[in-house]
């Protein structure tokens, strides 16, 4: 039951698998994917003889989709472009460049990659 669930989930969510992968533009296979969900949003409103569940369903739905095209347009930069989430040759976003203490700005060594595990 477990590996039915499983491959059932991947024929429809995994781009790698479902038919959608033949659709070369991740923009283009969402939208197809966003029709699809709308379209089973309205035929649950529909069955259910409700328009809050066409509501509820169509929320829910966008915001699954979108949370996955999210992640894997991220993984996909990922594997594609790793330098693309590395800025300006600094390791930690959260480090600043420019430091205060007691209003008077702290000069900071420009070689120092920032960070605490160097």
């Known amino acids: 039951m477990r590996q039915f669930v499983y491959d059932s989930w991947n024929s429809v969510m995994n781009a790698e698998k479902n038919p959608l992968r033949h659709i070369p533009d991740l923009q283009t296979r969402h939208m197809v994917l966003q029709i699809l969900a709308w379209m089973w949003a309205t035929t649950f409103a529909l069955w259910m003889g409700s328009i809050y569940a066409f509501g ?47 209003g008077k700005k702290i000069k900071l060594d420009p070689n120092d990659v920032g960070g605490e595990h160097e």
């Open 56 to 102: 509820i369903s169509t929320l829910a739905h966008l915001f699954i989709i979108a949370a996955i095209v999210v992640t894997v347009g991220t993984f996909e930069t990922a594997k594609r472009r790793p330098t693309f989430f590395i800025r300006d040759g600094y390791h930690t976003p959260s480090r600043s460049r420019n430091m205060y203490y007691n």
